[in-house]
C-alpha cells in the first residue's frame, strides 16, 4: 500500500467527505465546495483502494464466519502472522520447551479418574486448534491441517506410595520434567495431560499445550471448561457448542485489516519506536551469551490486601488503570536499574475482540511494545498519565501483527537478544475463582518449565485481594538471588510511589532499610587503630637504627644501605631546609631514575616538604605549567632546566655533600600536612595537582604491613615512575619491612625482553606492576618458557585487571599471588581482592576487592542514595585514605571532595567510576562516568587532548575517544578542519607532543566534514567512524629486502594496518609498549636472534629495525662481550 492512499485518507477527513461502498460504486458525501477538482482527480484514481479499503473496515462489524471444511485436509488453512513466527521458531530451536505453556491444578477430595479422562478427551475434540498439524501444503508453504478427534493419552503415576516427606519434591521432579517436553507440530497432539495421584484423596493434573495451539487465556477456557464438563458427568451438552474455531477468527482478522490501515499502524509505530533504546542492559551476573539459550528460571512474590488495595486506589485517583499503575512501576524499576530515561515494555494483547472468540482456544495473543518515557524527573504521579497515554495509543494500533512492526523497523537483529525489547510484563486476572466441581476441591496454579522467552517477563496475577507475582528470568544473565533483589526492589519502589505519589520517579526507593544498613554500615566495618601522625619516612630511619648495614636500595651491582641511605637523605635534607623547604611547601624533583632519585625523595619528606615529581620525559611546556599551578619555589635536578620566574632549580651534582648533620632535621610533619602533589590529566586542557596528605599515606602503608607482611628478606622492584603513586607504596612498604628495593634502569623497564631476566638476576620476590606490563611480561616468559622462581606476590593496579591465558601460564609456573587493586589518586589504593584458587579459575575480569582499612565505599545514584546490590552506581570513597585535594584549585576541590551525607562533619570524593556490588560483598568495577579513561595506568581526560588538539589554528572541532583496534587500545581523534585546513597527522602529533606525555598522544586521526551530532546537538559519538586500517605508508618507499619486508609484515598484523612502507613508523602507526614486546618476540623468532624492545624504541621505522635485524644476523656467531661491575649507571654521591 502506498503513501499516497493514507494521505488522501487523512486529507478526505480533515476536508469532512464522507465514503462508503456500494457495490462496485464509491459514493461520496461532502458538503458544498469541500470537494476540490484536486480532491477529486484523487479520487478516481484512487477509487479502487478505496473501495477495498471500506470492505475490510465494514468487515471489523461483521461476525466472524466459519469457512467451509471441504477440501481442507488437503488443503489445510493458512496460518495466522503468531503461529508463522512460532512455527519458525520451534524449526530453529528444534524441540526445545520454549513455547510450551502448563498450568497444573491440585486436586483434592475423592476424584472420578475415567470421568475426568473423558472429559479430557471431550475438550480436546471440542477445540480444533488442540489436534492440528503444521505441515507443507500443496504450494509448498507451511498450512495447518486439522485432524479428526481421537482419543486423547493421558499419562499416569501414582506418588502415594512415597514417603510424605519425600512426594512434593518428586512431584516438583515429574511435573518440571513433564512440562519440559517439546511437542511435534506435524503431528497435531498439541494437547497433553498428565495425572499424578499424590495421596488418598489428592492428585494433581498437569495440561500443557504449544503456544501455537493456545494463548493463557486458552488456558484458563480449557480449565473452566473441563471442570464444568465434569460436573456434568462428562455429557457434551453440558457446554455451549463453538460456533468458529481458531482457523475462522484469524481469517476474520486478516480480512479485517485493511492494507490502509495496516499502512496507518505501521506508520504509527515506526514513528512511536523511532530512535528508542536496542537493547536494555541490565545489570547481569554474566556476560549476555553470543546465542539465547532460552534457559530460565522464576521467583514468585506477593503483594498483600494493603499494597493491592493502594494499587486500586492509587489508579482510581489517577483515573488509569490498576495495570497501568503495576506497568508504570515496574517500568521505573528497570530504568533505574538500568540507569536508563526510557525503556521498551512488552505487554500482550488477547485480540479476542469479537465474542465469539470468547471460548475459542488458540493462539490469538498479540504483543505491544509500550516505551515507556521516564526522562525530565517525573513524579510517579506524572509517570502514570504518559504511561495510560502511551498504552491507549498503543492499543488503538494493535491490529497489526508484532511480527510486522519488527520487520518494519528492522532493528538491528542478534541472536543475543529479542528484538526491540527484552522485558515484558504479563498483567491478568485471576482466571481460577470458582473451579471446583461440587465435592472435589480444585487449585490451580502455574507451571515454569526452566525457559525464559526474554531476560525478563512480570507475570502479575490480579486474585482482587492480592497481586501474586512471578518474574521470570534469563538464567543465562542472572542468577536467582539477583532477581529476588529486584523483586524487592520493585515491591520497595512500588511501595513508596503509592505512598507518595508526587515524589520524582529517580528518588523513589530501590533497596529496604534493611539492606541500606548493611551497604552503607555493614560493608563498610574497616576501622582500625592507626597513628595517623606518624610520617612514613620515618620507617627509614628506624630501619637504619636497627639494621644499619641491610641494603635498602640495590641497583645492578650497587647497593646502597639503610644506614648510608638515611646519612645522605638528611644531609640534603637540612640542605633543603636552609633553602626554604618545611611543611606543605611543594619542592620538584626533575631526575631520571637513579638511586640519587630515590635520596632526594627522602629528603625533601625528611626536609617536611612535599614531593612534587617532575619527569624529564615531559615536555617542557607540561613542566612549566605544573610549577607554576603549584606555586613550586624549589626544584632538585640532576641537569639544566628552563623555570619560570620565582623558582629556584638545585642541581644535585653541585650540592655540597659534605655537611655533618647526619641526623634527621627537626620538623614537624602531622597527619594533614602534604606528602606529595602528584598532577592528574584536566578536563579543561590544565591538569590538576592532587594534594596527598600524610595520615592517608601511613593509614595505607599500616594496612598494608598488616594484610599483605613483606619480611626482611624480601626484594622489591622499583618500578613506578615517581609521577605515578604506586612508586610510594611500593617504596615506602619495602622500607617500612627493612627490604631490599631493586631500582630498574628505564631501558630495562620498558622492556620485558630485558626486565624478565633482570628479576631472575636479582631475586625479586614482589613486583608493583599496571596490568599492561605485566601482560608483557608474562608473554615473553611464556615466548622463552621462563618464569622468575624467587617471586611470591604481585600488585597490580592502575588499570583494569584482564586474567589472560599468559597471565594464568605465569601464575601457574611461578606460584605467585595475585592482588588486584583500585583506586584513585585523590586516595591512593582504596580496595584489594586477591585471586581465590588455582589460576585456572580466575575470573577473566576479576573484582577490584574490598575496602582496605579506615576506608569507607559508597555506590551511589545521582542523588547520593546508595544503589541495589548489583547495580552500577558512582564509587564514593571517605575515611582516612583521602588527600587534601587539589592543590589551590580550591572550586574544583569543593566539587570532588564533598560532605559525607552519611557521616556529618567528614568528606567524601566523587571518583566518577562507576561500580556495583557482588553478592558475596566485593565490588565490580564497571567503568567511568565521564570521558575519562586509564592509559598505560595514568588517569586521562580526553577533554585535554582535544583542548589541546583545538589550540592548532588548523582545527575547528575535534573529539578523542580510545577505541580497540587491532590488538591493543588506541586514541583516536576525530578532526574537522577550520578553513586554513588540517595539517597532516604527524605535524597534528608534533603540536601534541609538545604539550602532552606520549601516554596522550592520538595514535590515530580521523579527518571528518563535520561531527555527528544527536537531536540534541551534542557530538553522536556513536557514530563516529571507527578508523579504516591506516596506510602505513610515509614516503611511499616500499621495503626492499626480506628482512624490511619481514619487519614491515609484522608491524602490520600486529597493528592491524594495512601496506607499511620502509620509512614508516611504529608509533605513528598506532604502536605502543604492548606492541613492542609483541613484535620484538616474534621478530626474534622469525629470524632467530634476540631482539630486544629497546631496538624497536630506538629505531622505530621499518627501515630502522631491519638494519638492527642484519647487523645482529652477522654479529650472532661473533663472542658477546661478559657484563661487568662496571656497565651499571654512575651514581654521583649526595
Known amino acids: 500500500m502506498t503513501e499516497q492512499l493514507t494521505t488522501l485518507l487523512d486529507d478526505l477527513a480533515e476536508a469532512r467527505v464522507r465514503l462508503r461502498a456500494e457495490g462496485e460504486e464509491l459514493k461520496v458525501s461532502a458538503a458544498k465546495g469541500a470537494l476540490t477538482p484536486d480532491l477529486r482527480e484523487r479520487l478516481r484514481a484512487g477509487k479502487a483502494r478505496l473501495l477495498a479499503h471500506l470492505r475490510a473496515e465494514a468487515a471489523l462489524n461483521e461476525p466472524v464466519k466459519p469457512l467451509p471444511r471441504e477440501g481442507r485436509d488437503t488443503e489445510g488453512f493458512p496460518l495466522s502472522d503468531g503461529q508463522q513466527a512460532l512455527w519458525l521458531l520451534d524449526r530453529l530451536e528444534g524441540g526445545e520447551p520454549t513455547y510450551v505453556l502448563s498450568g497444573g491444578v491440585r486436586l483434592t477430595g475423592e476424584l472420578r479418574t475415567d470421568l475426568l479422562i473423558d472429559c479430557l478427551g471431550l475438550l480436546a475434540g471440542r477445540h480444533e486448534a488442540l489436534r492440528t498439524a503444521f505441515r507443507p501444503g500443496p504450494g509448498g508453504e507451511v498450512r495447518a491441517f486439522v485432524l479428526p478427534p481421537a482419543e486423547l493419552e493421558v499419562r499416569r503415576s501414582d506418588l502415594s506410595q512415597l514417603p ?64 464444568r464438563l465434569y460436573e456434568g458427568g462428562a455429557e457434551p451438552t453440558t457446554l455451549p457448542p463453538l460456533s468458529v474455531q481458531h482457523a475462522d477468527v484469524a481469517d476474520w482478522q486478516r480480512r479485517s485489516l485493511s492494507p490502509a490501515t495496516e499502512e496507518r499502524q505501521l506508520s504509527y509505530w515506526k514513528e512511536q519506536l523511532e530512535g528508542a533504546p536496542v537493547l536494555l542492559e541490565m545489570p547481569a551476573d554474566r556476560t549476555r551469551p553470543a546465542r539465547q539459550s532460552f534457559r530460565g528460571g522464576a521467583v514468585r512474590f506477593t503483594f498483600d490486601t494493603a499494597t ?12 488509569v488503570t490498576a495495570y497501568t499503575v503495576v506497568l508504570s512501576c515496574w517500568a521505573a524499576a528497570l530504568a533505574r536499574h538500568a540507569h536508563a530515561e526510557e525503556v521498551v515494555v512488552g505487554t500482550p494483547v488477547s485480540n479476542r475482540e469479537r465474542p465469539e472468540a470468547a471460548s475459542v482456544v488458540g493462539f490469538f495473543v498479540g504483543t505491544l511494545p509500550l516505551r515507556v518515557d521516564l526522562s525530565g524527573e517525573p513524579s510517579f504521579h506524572e509517570l502514570l498519565g504518559r504511561t495510560q497515554r502511551t498504552f491507549l495509543e498503543g492499543f488503538e494500533y494493535r491490529a497489526v501483527p508484532f511480527q510486522q512492526v519488527v520487520a518494519e523497523l528492522a532493528p538491528r537483529r542478534s541472536a543475543s537478544h529479542a528484538p526491540v525489547f527484552q522485558n515484558m510484563l504479563t498483567y491478568y486476572e485471576s482466571p481460577h475463582s470458582d473451579l471446583s466441581p461440587g465435592e472435589l476441591r480444585a487449585e490451580a496454579e502455574d507451571v515454569h518449565n526452566g525457559t525464559a522467552k526474554f531476560d525478563l517477563t512480570l507475570f502479575a496475577e490480579d486474585r482482587g485481594d492480592s497481586l501474586v507475582c512471578t518474574l521470570e528470568y534469563a538464567s543465562d544473565l542472572f542468577d536467582e538471588d539477583t532477581v529476588r533483589r529486584l523483586a524487592d526492589s520493585f515491591r520497595e519502589l512500588t511501595a513508596a510511589a503509592l505512598r507518595e505519589p508526587g515524589t520524582p520517579v529517580s528518588r523513589l526507593p530501590l533497596i529496604t532499610a534493611e539492606q541500606r544498613t548493611e551497604l552503607l554500615a555493614g560493608r563498610n566495618a574497616t576501622d582500625r587503630p592507626v597513628d595517623l601522625d606518624r610520617p612514613v619516612h620515618t620507617y627509614v630511619t628506624e630501619q637504619a637504627a636497627r639494621r644499619p648495614e641491610a641494603v635498602a636500595v640495590r641497583f645492578g651491582t650497587r647497593e646502597l644501605t639503610y644506614a648510608e641511605l638515611e646519612e645522605r637523605a638528611n644531609r640534603l635534607a637540612h640542605t633543603l631546609r636552609s633553602k626554604g623547604a618545611g611543611p606543605d611547601v611543594p619542592v620538584g624533583l626533575h631526575t631520571a631514575r637513579s638511586v640519587r632519585q630515590l635520596v632526594a625523595m627522602l629528603a625533601i619528606l625528611k626536609a617536611g616538604a612535599a614531593l612534587l615529581p617532575l619527569d624529564p620525559t615531559h615536555p617542557a611546556e607540561r613542566t612549566t605549567l605544573m610549577l607554576q599551578e603549584s606555586s613550586c619555589p624549589l626544584v632538585l635536578s640532576d641537569s639544566a632546566l628552563d623555570t619560570p620566574e620565582g623558582v629556584r632549580v638545585l642541581l644535585l651534582d653541585e650540592l655540597d655533600s659534605s655537611g655533618e648533620e647526619l641526623t634527621p632535621p627537626e620538623v614537624v610533619t602531622g597527619r594533614d600536612n602534604l606528602i606529595y602533589v602528584l598532577y592528574t590529566s584536566g578536563s579543561t586542557g590544565r591538569p590538576k595537582g592532587v594534594a596527598m596528605r600524610h595520615g592517608a599515606l601511613a593509614n595505607l602503608l599500616d594496612w598494608q604491613a598488616e594484610t599483605f607482611p613483606f619480611t626482611e628478606d624480601d626484594r622489591v622492584l622499583q618500578f613506578s615512575a615517581l609521577n605515578f603513586d604506586v612508586s610510594v607504596q611500593e617504596i615506602f612498604a619495602t622500607w617500612a619491612a627493612g627490604a631490599s628495593l631493586v631500582l630498574v634502569d628505564q631501558d630495562t623497564r620498558r622492556d620485558a625482553l630485558r626486565l624478565l631476566p633482570y628479576l631472575q638476576e636479582h631475586g625479586v620476590t614482589r613486583l608493583f606492576l599496571p596490568f599492561v606490563a605485566l601482560q608483557q611480561l608474562a608473554e615473553v616468559a611464556d615466548a622463552k618458557q621462563s618464569w622468575p622462581e624467587s ?5 597490580t593496579a592502575g588499570e583494569q585487571l584482564h586474567v589472560t591465558e599468559e597471565l594464568r601460564t605465569f601464575f601457574t609456573r611461578t606460584g605467585a599471588a595475585l592482588h588486584n587493586q583500585y583506586g584513585p589518586s585523590e586516595s591512593h589504593v582504596i580496595t584489594s581482592h586477591t585471586l581465590p584458587g588455582t589460576p585456572d579459575g580466575w575470573e577473566s575480569l576479576p573484582p577490584i576487592g574490598r575496602a582496605v582499612g579506615n576506608t569507607r565505599i559508597y555506590l551511589l545514584d545521582r542523588h547520593d542514595e546508595p544503589v541495589p546490590q548489583g547495580v552500577a552506581g558512582e564509587l564514593c570513597v571517605a575515611g582516612d585514605c583521602l588527600a587534601a585535594g587539589y592543590l589551590h584549585r580550591d572550586d574544583l576541590t569543593a566539587e570532588r571532595f564533598v560532605a559525607d551525607p552519611f557521616r556529618p562533619g567528614e568528606r567524601m570524593y566523587r571518583t566518577g567510576d562507576l561500580a556495583r556490588y557482588r553478592a558475596d560483598g566485593e565490588i565490580d568495577f564497571v567503568g567511568r562516568m565521564d570521558n575519562q579513561v586509564k592509559i598505560r595506568g595514568f588517569r586521562v581526560e580526553l577533554g585535554e587532548i582535544e583542548a589541546v588538539l583545538l589550540r592548532h589554528p588548523g582545527v575547528a572541532e575535534a573529539v578523542v575517544e580510545p577505541r580497540r583496534i587491532g590488538a591493543g587500545r588506541e586514541l583516536v581523534a576525530w578532526l574537522v578542519a577550520a578553513e586554513s585546513g588540517l595539517p597532516d597527522a604527524a605535524a597534528l602529533r608534533e603540536h601534541c607532543a609538545r604539550a602532552l606525555p606520549d601516554y596522550m598522544l592520538p595514535s590515530r586521526i580521523v579527518r571528518l566534514d563535520a561531527m555527528p551530532t544527536t537531536l540534541a546537538g551534542k557530538v553522536a559519538r556513536l557514530q563516529l567512524p571507527t578508523p579504516e586500517p591506516e596506510d602505513g605508508a610515509a614516503s611511499g618507499a616500499e621495503p626492499s629486502t626480506p628482512t624490511e619486508k619481514s619487519v614491515a609484515q609484522v608491524f602490520a598484523d600486529i597493528l592491524g594496518v594495512g601496506q607499511v612502507a620502509a620509512d614508516a613508523n611504529f608509533f605513528d602507526l598506532g604502536g605502543h609498549s604492548l606492541g613492542v614486546t609483541r613484535a620484538a618476540l616474534r621478530l626474534s623468532e622469525e629470524h632467530g636472534v634476540e631482539i630486544t624492545a629497546q631496538i624497536i624504541f630506538e629505531n622505530p621505522t621499518v627501515a630502522g629495525v631491519a638494519r638492527s635485524l642484519d647487523t645482529l644476523g652477522w654479529a650472532v656467531s661473533a663472542p658477546r662481550a661478559a657484563a661487568t661491575d662496571d656497565d651499571a649507571r654512575e ?4
Open 308 to 319: 493491592t488495595a493502594l494499587i486500586q486506589e492509587a489508579a482510581g485517583r489517577a483515573h
Open 1131 to 1134: 651514581e654521583g654521591e649526595l
Open 791 to 795: 617471586l611470591r606476590e604481585v600488585f
Open 164 to 227: 510424605a516427606g519425600e512426594r512434593e519434591e518428586a512431584l516438583e521432579r515429574l511435573v518440571h520434567a513433564s512440562s519440559r517436553e517439546a511437542f511435534d507440530l506435524t503431528e497435531g497432539r498439541l494437547l497433553r495431560a498428565t495425572l499424578i495421584r499424590t495421596g488418598e484423596q489428592s492428585h494433581y493434573l498437569l495440561l500443557s499445550v504449544h503456544h501455537i495451539a493456545a494463548d493463557a487465556p486458552s488456558l484458563a477456557v480449557l480449565l473452566r471448561e473441563l471442570f
